[in-house]
């Protein structure tokens, strides 16, 4: 007898089908700007971390598939506990999560008695936990104001602290020394280089960036700023040191402008992609509905203390 011929798991019209699962399951889909822009056409929310964690405290559904890195999904698995979360692909983690651990921050943490702990979003559940406050890159300036006359924690990303105490006139900040590797990819020297051959493009940066990619940029703001901006600037050219997922929002919004994406250390790689966002796949994002796995959950202990500062910075937002 002749063996079975395998199915294929994936129907022909992969994009249909995943949206007949989010009916079926009743489901809401959120997606980062840095996404293939095939998801980001699928979701029901696009945005970043800020916007995302808003759309996840008002989620009206059965099922949130979070089409990000693992610390956003925690951030709707805290949020909302009695939610189904999943995602596409759990090793879809992040650079600075990973590089400040739980234990590690709690020994920092001690050797700053006193000391005040705020907490960019893209950090752990664990970490979260033990900070009074978390922020954004589209928030952080005003989180930061909340402690003022109080010695302060930021973690984990350094470069977005110095931004952020530039910003502030905090000059004081203790800060956890991490960074995220797309953004401290992008070459100061050879943007430099790019902005001679482009004379009349504008320059805009987000803030995770080291201090002398953000000297040559015209604007620094969050992913959702720098979007706005590109759209509202009379730039016809614009230059663009973040990861390039955000390309497919501003192209849909103002298709006749050239968008050139900073440039990376390394001319061999596309080292300004992030590799943990892009592992999400429309095949994976299918399964994963299909499924309902893998599942983000946070131990209760965890999910009661991050929610705390979550949603003290959703009030403050």
Same mark, same amino acid.
């Given at each position: ?30 997606? !980062?700007?840095? /996404? ?6 699928? *979701?029901?929310?696009?945005?970043? =971390? ?6 996840? /405290? !008002?989620?009206?559904?059965?099922? +949130?598939?979070?089409?990000?890195? !693992? ?6 698995? +805290?949020?909302?506990?009695? $939610? ?14 990973? @590089? ?11 050797? #700053? ?7 960019? +979003?893209?950090? =752990? ?10 922020? &954004? ?8 104001? /909340? ?11 350094? #470069? ?8 502030? @006139? ?12 797309? #953004?401290?990819?992008? =070459? *100061?020297?050879?943007? *430099?280089?790019?902005?001679?051959? #482009? ?11 080291? /201090? ?12 959702? @700023?720098? +979007?706005? %901006? ?11 040191? &973040?990861?390039?997922?955000?390309? !497919? ?28 966002? %892009?592992?999400? &796949? ?12 893998? %599942?983000?959950?946070?131990?209760? @202990? ?9 949603? $003290? ?5």
């Amino acid at each position: 007898m002749a063996e079975p011929v395998p199915q294929d798991p994936f129907p022909d019209d992969l994009e249909e089908a995943i949206l007949e699962l989010k009916r079926e399951r009743n489901a809401i889909l959120l997606a !980062h700007y840095y /996404q293939e822009s095939e998801i980001q056409d699928l *979701a029901d929310v696009v945005g970043d =971390s800020l916007a995302l964690a808003r759309a996840a /405290q !008002h989620a009206d559904c059965d099922v +949130i598939a979070f089409c990000g890195v !693992h610390f956003m999904a925690e951030t709707a698995a +805290i949020l909302n506990p009695e $939610r189904t979360v999943v995602v596409p692909d759990l090793e879809a983690g992040c650079s600075l999560a990973d @590089g400040c651990p739980a234990d590690a921050f709690a020994d920092f943490i001690a050797e #700053h008695p006193g000391a005040r702990v705020l907490t960019y +979003i893209n950090a =752990s559940a664990e970490v979260k936990a033990m900070s009074d406050l978390i922020c &954004t890159s589209s928030n952080a300036v005003k989180m930061v104001q /909340q402690f003022e006359g109080e010695p302060l924690i930021f973690a984990p990303d350094r #470069h977005l602290a110095r931004w952020v105490a530039n910003e502030s @006139g905090r000059d004081d900040l203790i800060v956890w020394q991490g960074a995220c590797v797309v #953004h401290e990819q992008f =070459s *100061a020297k050879r943007l *430099a280089v790019l902005t001679v051959k #482009h004379p009349d493009a504008e320059v805009l940066a987000h803030p995770e960036c080291d /201090q002398a990619v953000l000297d040559q940029a015209d604007f620094i703001a969050s992913t959702t @700023g720098i +979007i706005k %901006r590109a759209v509202e600037s009379p730039a016809q050219t614009l230059i663009i040191a &973040t990861e390039d997922g955000v390309f !497919h929002q501003i192209h849909q919004k103002v298709p006749e402008k050239t968008l050139i994406q900073a440039p990376g250390m390394d001319e061999s790689c596309a080292c300004n992609q992030c590799p943990f966002m %892009r592992l999400n &796949t429309l095949e994976k994002l299918y399964l994963c509905l299909r499924d309902l796995e893998p %599942r983000v959950t946070v131990p209760e @202990g965890v999910r009661v203390g991050a929610l705390r500062p979550i949603e $003290r910075m959703l009030e403050l937002s």
